[in-house]
Nanobody, 122 residues
Framework: QVRLVESGGGLVQAGDSLTLTCAASGRTFDAYAIAWFRQAPGKEREFVAAISWSGNSTKSADSVKGRFVISRDNAKNMVWLQMISLKPGGAAVYFC???????????????WGQGTQVTVSS
């Protein structure tokens, strides 16, 4: 079955950078767009960034635009989220998900990873 596994989370200070990894298996990787979402405790899940099937088109939320960069390598079945100049705000779990549509939205994502937690201190 399709499996997505996130990694790379941790505890960082505001202004630091961190890169998250989404590794996929079980299905042709380059046939699906990949999106990153995040959810803080007690908050709604929000879209962060997405990348198209071929990797030649990307989209990011206004809140992270210019600071977060999404990329992929289909030969390695991996997608990365480079987060630069992280802002304080406590903990959030970052999820990767795949979708037949681009840009992906939560309701069109078929499979989700278990998430990796990122905590940004002041």
């Amino acid at each position: 079955q399709v499996r997505l596994v996130e990694s790379g989370g941790g505890l960082v200070q505001a202004g630091d950078s961190l890169t998250l990894t989404c590794a996929a298996s079980g299905r042709t990787f380059d046939a699906y767009a990949i999106a990153w979402f995040r959810q803080a405790p007690g908050k709604e899940r929000e879209f962060v960034a997405a990348i198209s099937w071929s990797g030649n088109s990307t989209k990011s939320a206004d809140s992270v635009k210019g600071r977060f960069v999404i990329s992929r390598d289909n030969a390695k079945n991996m997608v990365w989220l480079q987060m630069i100049s992280l802002k304080p705000g406590g903990a959030a779990v970052y999820f990767c998900a795949d979708s037949k549509w681009y840009p992906p939205v939560g309701t069109t994502c078929d499979y989700w990873g278990q998430g990796t937690q990122v905590t940004v201190s002041s």
